[in-house]
């Protein structure tokens, strides 16, 4: 048996390459359309949300006077604390990550970085409020909330209204603007341009009002959801009430019920609506595309850049709406991932949610990103009514429909000679082509109501568009949110 032996490295070998950069795009090619997301949602972020909760408890305890001996603090101690994740900045960053080197926690270096503050500006006799009466998911599930919130809410949603907006404008200036409808790819009864970005207006719309009502839970309840330690050291306070008091101070709801950590419900439910907005204008962007291909729309060439292909100079890709479609995709089935797997923790605990969430940026970052695609090839595209002029004059056949509701109603009514309508539009228009003359030939000969013969031959594929113009009315009024 003959040996099998790597091969050897020679000169002309790919050498290691001595470069770094981002591995996620987000952070690399798209880092500057993602860049709003970051204050929210990046490690540092986190961090800063830690703070945030840890200095609120702090001074909330004192308020309330919870712990024998400790009242509330004078209000420069309480301006000093809260300047603490206010002024937490990249160097700030970079100091607490030194300190979670040590630790190897990345909670517990937030404490010590609160605590080593709290010396330098002469509150080391209240060093031990920090963190007390706390577990790692107290903090950290009202950070995460606090972070989702504001990124969704501030960034997220404004660039979602601000498509909605986008396609209610474009569907009212078209809504008169026919178009050859095309079911199961083929040519069907027409509509309008309008109606058909109504119905997606529409659909999204419906869509962000959830994610809009959206609840961000917290729990605020120690090591495993019970309060033991609490009662233990301070038995006659209220513990779940000064709990639910703190949460909702927060702008948050407080959960009651959890093991050591927030179940996560109401996060899935979040993403799952967001996942859901996705695949709308998912399904956006491909028939955007497909209306591209048809010649439907005319791409503007100096809103979409001015080079389409490498090697065919005459192209002009449509990039906006497939950089959305791919974008969507990832985002999807990242909240897929989040929603399926942060709602299970073995027993009262596991980690496994703390690498998951860490990927919640990623995955709302791949929507927004998409977002912006969208808007900005919608921005980049307006209708061709000559290529929809041509397609409705040359697919008369669609024209059987209302024909045939015509000769039924009409025979209903008592008119004589009119039975088998469907058949006799059938055998009229499967597979061929049907000019207007063979149109206006048939109807003609079938001895209908003089009203109704007149009514029909004075139809066209263009003017058979029924109430699609006016159903875009009921188009609702989209919020006009600052998008960023």
């Known amino acids: 048996m003959s040996e099998h032996r790597a091969p050897e490295s020679t000169s002309t070998s790919t050498p290691v390459p001595s470069i770094s950069g981002p591995l996620s795009p987000l952070d690399g090619r798209y880092a500057s ?55 937490f900045d990249d160097a700030a960053a970079r100091e607490l990550a030194t300190i979670e080197a040590e630790t190897r926690h990345d909670v517990k270096a937030v404490e010590y970085f609160i605590k080593k503050r709290m010396d330098a500006g002469g509150l080391g006799h209240l060093r031990e409020m920090v ?6 998911e107290d903090i950290n599930s009202l950070a995460w909330a606090l972070g989702v919130r504001d990124a969704v809410r501030r960034c997220w949603l404004p660039r979602a209204w601000g498509l909605v907006a986008d396609l209610s404008d474009l569907a009212r200036a078209h809504a008169q603007l026919p178009m050859l409808a095309h079911t199961h790819g083929q040519p069907a009864s027409p509509t309008t341009v309008g109606k058909e970005l109504a119905v997606f207006a529409h659909r999204l719309h419906r869509s962000l009002r959830r994610v809009e009502t959206a609840e961000y839970y917290g729990k605020f309840s120690g090591a495993t959801g019970t309060f033991s330690a609490h009662t233990t050291a301070i038995p006659d306070a209220n513990w779940p009430e000064l709990a639910r008091d703190f949460v909702e101070s927060l702008g948050l709801t ?16 979040l993403f799952d609506d967001i996942a859901h907005v996705n695949r709308i204008a998912h399904n956006l962007a491909t028939d955007m595309w497909t209306y591209i291909s048809l010649d439907y729309f005319h791409q503007n060439l100096a809103a979409q850049g001015s080079t389409g292909s490498s090697t065919m100079p005459h192209k002009v890709n449509p990039i906006r709406f497939e950089n959305a479609e791919a974008n969507l995709e990832i985002s999807s089935g990242l909240f897929a991932v989040l929603s399926q797997t942060l709602v299970t923790s073995r027993m009262q605990r596991d980690l496994t949610d703390s690498s998951t969430k860490r990927n919640i940026g990623v995955a709302l970052g791949h929507s927004y990103l998409a977002l912006d695609n969208l808007r900005r090839g919608l921005a980049g595209v307006d209708p061709n009514p000559a290529k929809l002029a041509a397609d409705l ?60 013969e007149q009514r029909l031959l004075a139809l066209t594929p263009a003017g058979y568009t029924g109430l699609a113009a006016q159903l875009v009315d009921f188009l609702e009024d989209t919020p006009r949110l600052a998008a960023s």
């Open 33 to 87: 359309a993602t860049a709003p997301l970051q204050p929210y949602l990046c490690e540092a972020a986190l961090n800063r949300y830690r703070i945030h909760v840890e200095v609120e408890w702090l001074i909330f305890l004192c308020e309330r006077a919870v712990i024998p001996g400790v009242g509330a603090l004078p209000e420069s101690a309480v301006v000093y604390l809260r300047a603490l994740p206010e002024k």
């Open 131 to 136: 963190h007390i009466f706390c577990t790692s």
């Open 393 to 452: 004059n040359a697919n008369w056949e669609v024209l059987g429909e209302p024909i045939q509701q015509a000769m039924r109603a009409a025979a209903l009514g008592g008119a004589e000679h009119l039975e088998d309508p469907y058949e006799r539009l059938k055998a009229l228009t499967r597979g061929r082509k049907v000019t207007a003359d063979d149109m206006r030939e048939f109807i003609a000969g079938l001895g209908l109501p003089e009203e109704l």
């Open 254 to 269: 407080w959960n009651p019920l959890t093991t050591q950590i927030e179940s996560y419900d109401a996060l899935a439910d």
